[in-house]
C-alpha cells in the first residue's frame, strides 16, 4: 500500500476507470443488477440438472450423451472466461454484460425451443460463451464501483452469498419448473430475467474500460479452446455403447482410432497453447500467474473439486429419478441440504480462515469431502434416503465450504493489483474446465461399468428386460463414478498437504472469488 504522499504510478496493464471524487451513489443499485445477473448464471447451471431427465426423454438423447447438456456450457463457460475477461475491460464492462444478458436471453431461447439433442447443445454452447462474458464483467464492474475495503467487502460477501443460495433455489427452481409446466421452461425462465436486468442496467450500470494495450490473444483463445473440447470429446466418444460380438452392450474404448486421435490434437493443442502463452506480447493466461507454488496448487486443487462435485450432482440426479423415481420436484429438494448446509457452514468458515490459515481448512475439508463421496457408495436401488443419501450430502458440503473458501484466497496470494481479476478467472477457469473433464471422464467409467454388471446379471440369467436389473447396472455404474470422484478429491488432498504452504500472515485482505 502507498504512503498518503506517494502517487502510485499505473500498471501497463491496469484498467483505467473514470471515478468518482467519492463513493458511486448508485453502487447499491449497480451491485442489485449485478446480483441478479449472478444469480441467473447460477441458476442456469443448477436448474439444468434435474431437468436433464424429462430433457433426454422428450428428445431421445442416448445415456452416454446426455452429460453433453452440461458439458457443452460449462467447457464453452470455462474455455473462454479469461478471453471474456479481455474483451470486457477492452470493450467495456458496462456494454460486455449488456451484451452478455442480451446473448444469454437469445441462447436460453434457443436451448428452450429445442427440437433435437444437438439444437440443445449447441444452445448450452451458446449459453457458456455469453456467461464467460458476463461473470468476469460483473466481478469487475464490482471492483471498480466499490472503492472502500469495508463496501467492498461487503459486495463481495453478497455476491457468494448469491452463489451459494441460488445453487438451491435452481435445484428447487428446476423441480418445479419439470413437474409443473415443462423442462423447456428451465430455459426460458432466463428471458425475462436477462431481459429486465440488462434494461436497468442501461441506466444504473455506469462504463469503465481498459486503454493502452488492448490486443486479444486470439491465438491462445483458439489454442485453448480447441484443444478443451477435443479432449472432453475424446472422453465422451470413449464411453459410447456399442455392441459386441456376444450381442451384450459395451463401451468404444480407449484403443478407437477416433479417441486416440483426438487425444493426440488435444495434446497438440493445448502444448502449443502453453508454448504461445510463453511468448506473446499479451497473453490470455498470464504464465506468472499460475507458477506460484501457492497459486498454481490452488488452481489445481479447485479444477480436481470441480471434476469431483460436477459429477456427483449429475449422477446423484440421475440415481433420484431413474431408480428412486422421485419426480423433479422432490428429488430438487433432495439436493436441499447441501446448499443449505454449505451456506450455514461458508460464514463461521469465512471467521475461522485468519484464525487458523488456509491450509489446515483444506485438509480437513478435503478429506470429509472424501468420506462424503465415499459415503454415497452406500447408496442402492430402495435405500432409504435419510440413512443413506441425507448424511452423504450433510458431510460432504461441509467439507467443501472448508476447501471453497480457503483455496479462494490463497489463489490470491502474493497478486498485484493489476493481477487480481486475473486470479479470481483462472480460479474460475479452473472450476469450470475441471468439472467438463471430470463429467467426461467419470461418465464414461460409469457407462462402462454400469455395461459390465449389466452383462454379469444377463449370464448369470437375469432379464435384461426388467426395471431392477436395469437399476442394479445403473447404481454399480454410480458407485464407480463415486470412487472415481473421491480418488479425484484424494489427489487434491495430496496438493493441499504437498504444495500449498500459505501462512496466516500470507492471506490477502480480499479474496478471489469462484463462481
Excluded at 494 to 514: F, H, M, N, Q
Aim: aromatic share 8%; net charge neutral.
Amino acid at each position: 500500500m502507498s504512503t498518503p504522499t506517494a502517487v502510485p504510478q499505473p500498471h501497463p496493464h491496469e484498467p483505467e476507470t473514470d471515478e468518482l471524487s467519492g463513493p458511486d451513489p448508485r453502487r447499491w443499485r449497480i451491485l442489485a443488477v449485478i446480483a441478479v445477473t449472478q444469480l441467473m448464471l447460477v441458476l442456469d447451471a443448477s436448474i439444468m440438472n434435474i431437468a436433464l431427465p424429462s430433457a433426454a426423454a422428450e428428445l431421445e438423447i442416448a445415456a452416454n450423451d446426455i452429460q453433453w447438456a452440461v458439458t457443452a456450457y460449462t467447457l464453452a463457460f470455462g474455455g473462454l472466461l479469461l478471453l471474456g475477461g479481455r474483451v470486457a475491460d477492452y470493450l467495456g464492462r458496462k456494454r460486455a454484460m449488456l451484451i452478455g444478458l442480451i446473448g444469454f436471453a437469445v441462447a436460453s431461447a434457443l436451448g428452450g425451443a429445442a427440437q433435437n439433442e444437438g439444437m440443445l447443445f449447441g444452445a448450452r454452447a451458446l449459453q457458456g460463451v455469453f456467461a464467460a462474458l458476463l461473470a468476469p464483467a460483473a466481478l469487475a464492474l464490482i471492483t471498480v464501483t466499490f472503492t472502500e475495503s469495508h463496501e467492498r467487502a461487503k459486495a463481495f460477501g453478497v455476491f457468494g452469498a448469491i452463489s451459494g443460495g441460488g445453487a438451491a433455489i435452481g435445484l428447487l427452481a428446476g423441480g418445479a419448473l419439470t413437474e409443473y409446466l415443462d423442462w423447456r421452461w428451465c430455459l426460458y425462465i432466463n428471458l425475462p430475467i436477462a431481459l429486465v436486468t440488462a434494461v436497468i442496467g442501461v441506466r444504473v450500470l455506469r462504463e469503465s474500460r481498459a486503454h493502452g494495450d488492448t490486443r486479444f490473444d486470439i491465438l491462445g483463445a483458439l489454442l485453448s479452446s480447441v484443444g478443451l473440447v477435443a479432449l472432453v470429446y475424446a472422453f465422451t466418444e470413449a464411453a459410447k455403447q456399442t455392441t459386441g460380438a456376444d450381442g451384450l452392450p459395451q463401451a468404444v474404448g480407449w484403443s478407437d482410432p477416433l479417441v486416440v486421435t483426438l487425444l493426440g490434437v488435444a495434446v497438440v493443442l493445448l502444448v502449443a497453447f502453453v508454448l504461445v502463452e510463453r511468448v506473446v506480447r499479451n497473453p490470455l493466461l498470464p504464465l506468472r500467474i499460475i507458477l506460484d507454488r501457492d497459486r498454481g496448487g490452488s488452481y489445481l486443487i479447485f479444477f480436481l473439486v470441480g471434476a469431483g462435485l460436477f459429477s456427483m450432482f449429475l449422477f446423484m440426479t440421475l440415481y433420484f429419478q431413474y431408480v428412486m423415481g422421485y419426480e423433479p420436484l422432490k428429488a430438487g429438494f433432495a439436493f436441499l441440504p447441501f446448499s443449505v448446509c454449505l451456506i450455514l457452514v461458508a460464514g463461521f468458515v469465512a471467521r475461522l480462515l485468519p484464525v487458523v490459515g488456509a491450509k489446515p481448512l483444506m485438509i480437513v475439508g478435503l478429506t470429509m469431502a472424501i468420506a462424503g463421496m465415499l459415503l454415497l457408495t452406500r447408496t442402492e436401488p430402495g435405500s432409504d434416503y435419510w440413512t443413506t443419501v441425507f448424511p452423504a450430502l450433510v458431510v460432504l458440503s461441509i467439507g467443501m465450504s472448508m476447501v471453497f473458501i480457503p483455496v479462494s484466497s490463497t489463489a490470491l496470494i502474493g497478486v498485484g493489483g493489476h493481477d487480481a481479476g486475473i486470479a479470481s478467472a483462472v480460479l474460475n477457469t479452473a472450476q469450470q474446465v475441471g468439472g467438463s473433464l471430470g463429467l467426461a471422464l467419470l461418465n464414461t467409467l460409469a457407462l462402462s461399468a454400469t455395461a459390465d454388471k449389466l452383462a454379469d446379471l444377463i449370464a448369470g440369467g437375469a432379464d435384461p428386460a426388467s426395471p431392477a436389473v436395469a437399476a442394479s447396472a445403473n447404481v454399480a455404474g454410480y458407485h464407480v463414478a463415486y470412487f472415481a470422484g473421491a480418488a479425484l478429491l484424494a489427489i487434491a488432498l495430496a496438493v493441499a498437504v504437498a504444495i500449498v504452504k500459505a501462512r496466516k500472515s500470507d492471506l490477502p485482505t480480499e479474496g478471489a472469488v469462484a463462481a
